[in-house]
């Protein structure tokens, strides 16, 4: 069985621009989230999606959004990128479509904003 | 607020002995509790889970304790080994039915031989 998916694994971007980063869950897995890692911050929420709806939001600004598409898969976007959005992008993806059930994690896409 | 914090932020400990790393949190509601093991270039690995009506959970070479009066999580790794290295997180689920997973700051475990 496939793990979970995360494409690009590396991307350079220049401040400004904006990114899309794609994520494929586990077969069968319904519910995806999106973390953000930094060595400042660790490891920070950044929404979940289930069956194509956002279900649940961390503190980040708007500029950071993403979707979820009838298949699972996600993609999540940062729009003008800054600098202090360099950081490991983890998607994790669940079996059941309520909580407290252990979520698997992606390699994640390294994002380095220069 | 809600937080999970770790009491040592690096640890290390001799090949085959046991290892405590230790979390706390501040959310007394939450009630579904990882650990999870981070390898440099690698996204976090389960290892163990817990849900509060629980004091203790047993894996393979890992134990996990709860201790919701203080508000405590620990995980022992029993005769630890060169493989054991890396980063541990323990998460706790703060919201009643999404992966909104909030995250200690980690202890990095080095295993000396």
């Known amino acids: 069985k496939a793990g979970v998916t995360q494409t690009p694994r590396y991307l350079i971007k220049t401040r400004g621009q904006q990114v899309t980063l794609s994520c494929s869950p586990i077969?069968?897995?319904?519910?995806v989230s999106w973390y953000q890692q930094t060595p400042g911050q660790g490891l920070q929420f950044l929404f979940e999606?289930?069956?194509?709806?956002?279900?649940n939001k961390g503190n980040f600004p708007g500029r950071f959004s993403g979707r979820q598409f009838s298949n699972s898969r996600s993609e999540m976007n940062v729009s003008t990128l800054e600098l202090g959005d360099s950081a490991l992008y983890l998607c994790?993806?669940?079996?059941?479509?309520?909580?407290?059930?252990?979520?698997?994690f992606g390699q994640g896409t390294r994002l380095t904003v220069v | 607020g809600e937080s999970v914090g770790l009491h040592l932020p690096t640890l290390s400990v001799q090949e085959g002995d046991n290892s405590i790393i230790n979390c706390a949190y501040s959310n007394s509601a939450s009630d579904y509790f990882i650990w999870y093991k981070q390898e440099s270039g690698k996204g976090p690995q389960f290892i163990i889970d817990i849900r509060s009506n629980m004091d203790k959970r047993q894996g393979q070479r890992v134990t996990v304790l709860l201790n919701k009066t203080v508000k405590h999580l620990s995980l022992q790794i029993a005769a630890t080994q060169p493989g054991d290295s890396a980063v541990y997180f323990c998460a706790e689920i703060v919201d009643n039915y999404g992966q909104n997973f909030v995250f200690g700051p980690g202890t990095r475990l080095s295993v000396l031989p």
């Open positions: 077969s069968g897995h319904r519910s």
């Open positions: 994790a993806s669940s079996q059941r479509d309520e909580g407290r059930t252990e979520a698997f």
């Open positions: 999606y289930f069956s194509e709806t956002q279900r």
